[in-house]
């Protein structure tokens, strides 16, 4: 993972019966010359037995190697003895899907747009909950199904992440997105 790239990252964790999970979502660069991370959300996941999905999109602040779940320790750790026979709780995670994502505004917009430096509005039109990152930055539209950014903010980046629709005959997402340049 690179800070020129944004990635989309979709996982569960397994609940746990017998306690709560609290859990940081950490990027680590754990290399013989750099040894630095950065910590990308704090997730907690109650007591049960089912499995609870997360998403989030993450830019990266530096380049980095691995992608960690490290579990807030508690005085339950100090008593409970895993299956490979040592104390502490394990957790279960299950990657959904990891990906990098395409930014339209330099892969397709400037292509049909040769003098385009940066988008000065956008209105997107799409499903409620559809997932955006603009300039690195996780956005989702809300319920109305309608999202305006028109604050004279310079956009320099914009990623969709569209989901499968239980509704379209193809079965995807669409959105429609309308925009100023500069």
Not at 109 to 117: F, G, I, R
């Amino acid at each position: 993972m690179n800070n020129k790239n944004s990635y989309y990252l979709r996982f569960g964790v397994r609940q746990k019966s017998d306690s709560e999970q609290t859990f940081y979502l950490k990027l680590k660069n754990n290399s013989e010359t750099e040894d630095n991370e950065q910590i990308i959300e704090t997730y907690t996941v109650n007591r049960g037995t089912d499995i609870v999905y997360f998403e989030n999109i993450i830019t990266p602040n530096d380049t980095y190697n691995e992608v960690i779940w490290e579990l807030e320790r508690t005085a339950l750790d100090y008593r409970t003895v895993n299956p490979n026979g040592i104390y502490g709780r394990l957790m279960e995670v299950q990657i959904e899907q990891y990906a990098r994502l395409i930014d339209i505004l330099k892969n397709d917009l400037k292509a049909t747009y040769p003098d385009l430096k940066y988008l000065t509005k956008i209105g997107v039109q799409g499903p409620p909950a559809l997932l955006m990152c603009i300039n690195g930055e996780q956005i989702r539209i809300g319920k109305s199904g309608i999202y305006e950014l028109n604050n004279g903010m310079n956009i320099t980046s914009i990623s969709f992440i569209p989901k499968y629709s239980s509704i379209a005959s193809d079965r995807l997402d669409y959105f429609i997105m309308d925009f100023e340049y500069e």
